[in-house]
């Protein structure tokens, strides 16, 4: 019997996807967010989005009674880029909006999710993170994307540097 995540054509480019093929070691999974950058107004507005495509495999196998830790390092933030763009001076906020984990291939069930976690760290540490998204109980019926939902802290001293590190910590249902 073939299973339609070995078939590496029926991977789909999405935006804000992983990809993945259990045949190899696992799942490959595909999280992402958006960052809105926000100037310091009571008004809010909103003068752009600050995209980040993250890409990382969840193995088969894994034990449901740990956290399992991923970390992707080096990832461009473009901030001065979008700050030239848009003329943005003096001071202004970074607010985390949207995440949002998905898978590439075919119909992934996210049934053995329990908690999704997004955090970003410094200075090459990854214990001294400051948690950005947290899903604490991903919903058994999820379907094909998990919505990872935001924390309403200020990023910006985080982000403006020109390459941030991310750490993605999962807990598990049952295995992966």
């Known amino acids: 019997m073939r299973s339609f995540f070995s078939d590496k054509s029926a991977r789909l480019p999405y935006l804000f996807g992983i990809v993945g093929d259990v045949r190899k070691t696992g799942l490959v999974l595909f999280a992402a967010w958006g960052m809105l950058f926000l100037s310091c107004s009571k008004d809010r507005s909103i003068l ?99 919505v990872v939902l935001p924390f309403e802290d200020d990023v910006h001293d985080l982000l403006d540097v020109e390459r941030v590190d991310f750490k993605i910590s999962i807990r598990l249902r049952g295995t992966s």
Request: net charge negative; proline share 7%.
């Open 48 to 146: 752009f989005d600050l995209p980040f495509e993250l890409r990382f495999e969840i193995p088969a196998g894994l034990n449901p009674l740990d956290r399992h830790f991923f970390l992707i390092r080096d990832v461009p933030t473009n901030l001065a880029a979008f700050k030239n763009q848009f003329e943005v001076e003096g001071e202004f906020s970074l607010r985390p909006s949207n995440a949002v984990l998905n898978s590439v291939v075919g119909n992934q069930n996210w049934a053995f999710l329990r908690e999704v976690e997004v955090s970003i760290f410094q200075d090459d540490d990854p214990d001294k993170d400051t948690e950005v998204f947290l899903t604490d109980n991903v919903p058994v019926n999820a379907g094909r994307s998990v």
